[in-house]
Structures are given as C-alpha cells and as structure tokens.
C-alpha cells in the first residue's frame, strides 16, 4: 500500500510541474540512501552506424524506482543530485558499473557514460576514470563520456586542462546534447572531442521539418569540415532515419532502433552479428559494412 501511494504522491509531483522546496528535499533524502538501498540501476540504449545498422557500443542511461516516489526519472533527480553533490556518488558508481558491464562483453563495443558538470569539475575526475578502467579491466578506448557543451561554459580553461586529462587515459569525449545551451561553434574545435551528439530536439520531424532538417545538415557539414563522427539522438521513425541516411549522418540512437532497457535484453544482438535487424535500416549504402 506504501508503495502505491508513493506512486501517486509522485504524479502528484508532476502534475505540479515545479517542484516546491519540500518535494525536492524528500527527493534528495530518499536519493541519498538509494545508492545503498540498491534503488538505483543502470540501462542501456543501443548505438548503431546508420549505414550498416551495426552497433557500434550502448550508452548508459541511470534508472531510479523508489518505494515511495515510484520511478523517478532522471531529468528530475540529476538535477537535485548535481545540487546536493549526490552526484558524485551516483556518477562514481554509474562508471563503474557501465565500465564492468562492458569489460563483460563478448565484442569490443564502446559503453557511453553521462558525465554531469559536478564530476567534470571535481579535483580528481581523471584519476577516478582511470581507477574504474584499472578495476574493470576495460580498455580506455571502449569508454565513450559524454560531456555537454553547457558544462564547459562554467571555466572553459580548467574543462580544456580536464578534458586533456582523459584524453590521455585513451578514453573517447562524445559532446552531449549538441545545438542545445549556450552552443558556440569554436567549443567543438577548442575541445578534444571525438563525437558530436545531435540533440533529440533537432531530430524530431527533421524529415519534414525544414528549420530542423537545416540545423541537422548544418551540423553534419560542421562534423564533415572537422573530421568527426556525428550521432543523431532521438530517432523515433523510419522517416527521420531514412533523412538522416541520406544525409550522411554517421551513427544514431534513438526509441525506433532500441529503447533503454537492461542489457539482458541486448546480449543477443552483441552475440550474433551485432546488427539490428533489416528492417530496420533497409537503405545499406554498400560502403562501410
Ligand atoms: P542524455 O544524455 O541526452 O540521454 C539521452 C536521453 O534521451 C535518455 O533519457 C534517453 O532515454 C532519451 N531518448 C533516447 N532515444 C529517445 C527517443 O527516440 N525519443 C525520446 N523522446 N527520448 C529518447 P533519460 O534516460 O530519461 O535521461 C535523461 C537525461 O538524464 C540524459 O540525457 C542525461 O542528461 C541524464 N542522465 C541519465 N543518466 C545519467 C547518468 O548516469 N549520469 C548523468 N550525469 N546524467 C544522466
Ligand atoms: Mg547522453
Ligand atoms: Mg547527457
Ligand atoms: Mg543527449
């Protein structure tokens, strides 16, 4: 009964939209003993070349379900982990766990890590890095962090020494919800990334919408003009997949071609051929399979 009405006093929440001083203080009591409650876990989504389908790695997505607020998503409990420092926790735990899972693979996949602004700018963040591929065995290639641009912004020059840090371990940088905060163009020549990750928002309709197809094609042009990988986060139809094929894009994720779901639901995918069914991507080019 407890547990039903957590769930109903959390929808009570949303309905609320904002939440009010004391809603976000439960939140943060609860998010503190999650960790040790063993509440919280972690999901994967798949992450494929849009030409050939293969899966190229999974990013990490963490999950929160508590017995008295329900599932608690994490656009809403990140950002009062990042307030409370929780985040520190969370985001230590989170790498671990998604380093081990992927050491347990049977192919040489990336595993893609959500790096919050709090951890990016704690004093020893590379040395955490390193002792979680140390622990896990995985090797720093197969790390993919994911890093928004908005983090940067807080002191562009200790992010740049940062941000080099990790380079050197041999992780790769992946630039996170890309078009999206305070975007400036020189942030992803400045920056050691190996990745551009389109928004879902630019996503969206981009097959019919020609403000968003513009952004898109503008973004590839840029990754094309760099050098570097672009992935389109967010893809929800045949459509926009079939848009982004034809314009080259490199790599997408997104709900059409695999929800975030425990990785006992992708084991097989890693262990046959690691491709996502035909169907789904009917439009190979030939070239890079
Ligand atoms: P993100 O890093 O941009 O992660 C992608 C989000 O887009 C995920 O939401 C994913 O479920 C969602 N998504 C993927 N494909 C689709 C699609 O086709 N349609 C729609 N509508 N959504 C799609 P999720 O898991 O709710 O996470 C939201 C945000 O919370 C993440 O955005 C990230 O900023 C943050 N987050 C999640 N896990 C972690 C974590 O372990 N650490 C940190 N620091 N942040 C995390
Ligand atoms: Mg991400
Ligand atoms: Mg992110
Ligand atoms: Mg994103």
Request: proline share 5%; hydrophobic share 40%.
């Given at each position: 009964?407890?547990?039903?009405?957590?769930?109903?006093?959390?929808r009570f929440f949303e309905a609320n939209m904002g939440l009010e001083?004391?809603?976000?203080?439960?939140?943060?009591?609860?998010?503190?003993?999650?960790?040790?409650?063993?509440?919280?876990?972690?999901?994967?989504?798949?992450?494929?070349?849009?030409?050939?389908?293969?899966?190229?790695?999974?990013?990490?997505?963490?999950?929160?379900?508590?017995?008295?607020?329900?599932?608690?998503?994490?656009?809403?409990?990140?950002?009062?982990?990042?307030?409370?420092?929780?985040?520190?926790?969370?985001?230590?735990?989170?790498?671990?766990?998604?380093?081990?899972?992927?050491?347990?693979?049977?192919?040489?996949?990336?595993?893609?890590?959500?790096?919050?602004?709090v951890q990016l700018y704690s004093h020893d963040f590379p040395q955490?890095?390193?002792?979680?591929?140390?622990?896990?065995?995985?090797?720093?290639?197969?790390?993919?962090?994911?890093?928004?641009?908005?983090?940067?912004?807080?002191?562009?020059?200790?992010?740049?020494?940062?941000?080099?840090?990790?380079?050197?371990?041999?992780?790769?940088?992946?630039?996170?919800?890309?078009?999206?905060?305070?975007?400036?163009?020189?942030?992803?020549?400045?920056?050691?990334?190996?990745?551009?990750?389109?928004?879902?928002?630019?996503?969206?309709?981009?097959?019919?919408?020609?403000?968003?197809?513009?952004?898109?094609?503008?973004?590839?042009?840029?990754?094309?003009?760099?050098?570097?990988?672009?992935l389109a986060e967010g893809i929800e139809t045949p459509d926009e997949?079939?848009?982004?094929?034809?314009?080259?894009?490199?790599?997408?994720?997104?709900?059409?071609?695999?929800?975030?779901?425990?990785?006992?639901?992708?084991?097989?995918?890693?262990?046959?051929?690691?491709?996502?069914?035909?169907?789904?991507?009917?439009?190979?080019?030939?070239?890079?399979?």
């Amino acid at each position: 009964r407890a547990k039903a009405e957590g769930r109903n006093t959390y929808r009570f929440f949303e309905a609320n939209m904002g939440l009010e001083a004391k809603e976000r203080r439960l939140i943060e009591q609860e998010l503190r003993l999650a960790l040790a409650r063993t509440e919280i876990r972690m999901v994967y989504q798949p992450q494929m070349q849009i030409d050939t389908g293969i899966i190229t790695g999974f990013e990490a997505l963490m999950r929160w379900q508590n017995p008295r607020l329900g599932d608690v998503p994490p656009t809403t409990f990140i950002p009062i982990a990042e307030e409370s420092g929780v985040i520190l926790q969370l985001g230590e735990w989170a790498l671990f766990v998604a380093c081990q899972e992927a050491a347990s693979w049977e192919r040489p996949l990336t595993v893609a890590v959500n790096v919050s602004a709090v951890q990016l700018y704690s004093h020893d963040f590379p040395q955490r890095v390193h002792n979680a591929l140390l622990q896990t065995g995985l090797q720093p290639h197969r790390l993919e962090l994911e890093i928004t641009e908005t983090s940067l912004i807080k002191d562009t020059n200790r992010a740049l020494v940062t941000l080099r840090q990790l380079k050197s371990l041999g992780v790769r940088i992946a630039m996170d919800d890309f078009g999206t905060g305070y975007s400036s163009l020189s942030n992803v020549r400045a920056f050691p990334f190996d990745m551009i990750k389109i928004d879902r928002s630019f996503i969206k309709s981009v097959d019919k919408n020609e403000q968003a197809a513009a952004i898109v094609k503008a973004v590839l042009g840029l990754g094309r003009g760099l050098g570097l990988p672009v992935l389109a986060e967010g893809i929800e139809t045949p459509d926009e997949l079939k848009f982004l094929a034809g314009e080259l894009c490199t790599a997408g994720q997104g709900f059409y071609l695999g929800e975030p779901a425990p990785m006992e639901s992708f084991r097989h995918l890693i262990h046959d051929r690691g491709q996502i069914g035909g169907e789904v991507v009917p439009f190979k080019r030939g070239s890079a399979g």
